[in-house]
């Protein structure tokens, strides 16, 4: 094999004719006026149907400005006693993410890949519309990504599409209610528990904390750093106080540092700005009822057409086509509460952060909440006096310090009150936040699209207009969702009819939830907020890669026209993993070692990539244009009730002339 290759490469003849001779990179702004407060972004391509150039959409991409503001809400806190009557002394805390004790630069980020802010998307092709509103449509472009992505790729292209994939095994589950005290101690219980990482499950720890493997049963990794987080927050958060210097210990035994930051190196209002790079553009330390505390930072992300719908990955060099874009938005705003409890004692404590909690999620789409909250935890047994000391990114969201004098027979707590929002665009679109403190990002205003421009050389023109027409097959999603499946002892069951007749079927995608309409009380979700699902939660990747964890489905099979796409009805995790994905949009189908892709092991789908999917293009073409029913039946062995989202794929083609772009 290394023999032909030598001699390959020994015969190669330096220089190829140019098949173009013009490359131009264009951009065009969307139609919204920097507007975004309708969660829509409208974008057409008139400006480049008469540039008389070749359009690569296969190649371009959108510019999309986010800005994420977390901000404290009312007139900081009055320290109370949740466990009893206060007697100690009151005072008022405010958020300080401008201070490097309380700092907040790591406290939120983004969920896996900047695409999870477009919940549907609508494609007009000369004004007839080819690619249908399929809402959640990020939850199957993520399914997409996860299966056909390399880590290579991950490695090459992850901070520009903001993809790194959530850790499989470091989650933690939270009940709604319980009897866990809290972690200050105290006279008195709580009702519900709570914890500093959230509630329900919290895959947000971003503090790596070595694993217990003695004197234990096996928590595999719950509550370790998820370097998914940890990663996409490095992408984003750049602050230009962050130290470069390091401690160095004199001999004297004084320790000495530098005092250089990454200011000295990069301006930031300046030089962020005027490069259009993700950094942290406003930290205001909390004084007064009118200044509580901000943080906000401009996050300038890139969307590849190609992953947002598969049409853009199979179309050709087009000429004086006339697209037009809409794409609706996850424009989403969080609303939670932190508290930090001190002990009964003689002398002034700290407060140790004890719980957060989601009060409200506002996403009038209902789609994806983009945004995660980190985990305030603090390692048992550490300090948490210095800056991130032992201790997770959400600490700065806590109220710190001592209590300022002793405290009496009851436990007491102060708590904040905060509101969190992802806005396209440079600004805050939540008027619970905007207000004198909050300000316009420097960088980008409007979404724009970026495509290159090609212009060939005749001689190659010529050979690519000898079949002008060119049929452009590509796949679009139907979607479906089966809530409330129960669990019980036996199992809950499903036979559901997802669809009476679709054409050219070509896969079914099932994406298992823990339920958000039946067992509130118990905890189902366990955020405590009533019909709220667990892809809204900022504690919980769900729905932008992850399912929910531990989600078991077995005799399961789907059926199209009633008859079995499964020879055998399911029983086993590992024959819906080695059978059904494995392999599934990867190079090679997972068939050749050494090259192949894809980032779901069976250990990962074991855990929280519970994707239960089943190929059924396999047919005779005289079967394609007939339309088939899709029924989806199994049996939930998990321990929580089960929401299930059904993505149904099928294959669409249109023709066009790749002169003039019209349809043929």
Known sequence: MCDKLVYD??????????????????????????????????????????????????????????TISLGAIGNGSIITSPFGTTTGVAGTKYFSPGDSATSADN??????????????FTLDYN????????????????????????????????????????????????????????????????????????????????????????????????????DGLIWRQRWVNFDTLGSIGAQTATNAGVVSKTDATFGHLQNAAKTCDALWKSFIYTKTTGTSAASPGLLQISVQATIYLKHVHSFFNMVPLLKGVFMKMTMNLNNTSTSFTTTSSAPVGAATTLYVPYSMTVTAVSNPLGGVNPLMIASGSVVAGSSIAGPF???????????????????????????????????????????????????????????????????FNPVFEQAYLSSPVKEIKYSDIYQYQ??????????????????????????????????????????????????????????????????????????????????????????????????QLYGQNAVNGGLTDGLTSGLVSRYAFDNTYCYYYVDVSRMLPVEMTVPKSVQVLGQNLSSRALDLIVFVEYGVSISVDLLTGARV
């Open 107 to 120: 406290a939120i980020g983004l969920k896996n890949w900047f695409g999870q802010i477009i919940h549907s």
């Open 127 to 226: 004004g007839t519309t080819i690619i249908q509103q399929t809402p959640l449509v990020n939850m199957w472009n993520s399914f997409k990504l996860m299966t056909s992505l390399s880590y290579q790729d991950i490695l090459s292209q992850g901070s520009t599409i903001g993809f790194y994939p959530d850790q499989s095994d470091t989650f933690q589950f939270v009940q709604a209610s319980g009897t866990t005290g809290p972690q200050g101690g105290g006279a008195a219980v709580p009702t519900p528990a709570q914890s500093s990482s959230g509630t329900g499950v919290c895959n947000n720890t971003n503090y790596f904390i070595p694993s217990i493997v003695a004197g234990a049963f096996s928590p595999l990794e719950s509550g370790t750093g998820n």
């Open 389 to 455: 000391a032992a201790a997770n990114g959400g600490l700065g969201v806590f109220s710190q310090g001592t209590t300022g004098a002793a405290i009496g027979t009851n436990a007491q707590a102060s708590t904040l009150s905060y509101r969190l929002n992802i806005s396209v665009g440079a600004k805050c679109l939540d008027t619970s936040i905007t207000g004198a403190q909050a300000s316009t990002s420097g960088g980008a205003q409007s979404v724009y699209l970026y495509i290159p421009a090609y212009s």
């Open 482 to 579: 089966i809530l409330g499946v129960g669990s019980g002892s036996g199992g809950g069951t499903f036979n559901n009819l997802v669809t009476n007749g679709i054409a050219n079927i070509k896969s079914v995608l099932i994406l298992p939830f823990y339920s958000s309409s039946s067992d509130q009380t118990g905890g189902n979700t366990g955020l405590g907020v009533a019909g709220l699902p667990v892809w809204q939660s900022p504690f919980d990747p769900a729905g932008t890669g992850p399912t929910s964890p531990f989600c078991a489905i077995s005799n399961f099979n789907v059926q199209i026209s009633g008859q079995n796409a499964i020879y055998n009805m399911e029983k086993y995790s590992f024959e819906q993993f080695n059978n």
């Open 9 to 66: 490469l020994a015969q190669e003849v330096e220089g190829s004719p140019a098949v173009f001779v013009r490359k131009d990179w264009v951009n065009i702004l969307d139609n919204q006026n920097q507007n975004y407060g309708n969660n829509q972004s409208v974008l057409d391509t008139s400006q480049l149907s008469n540039s008389n150039k070749y359009m690569s959409y296969r190649e371009a991409y959108l510019h999309v400005p986010f």
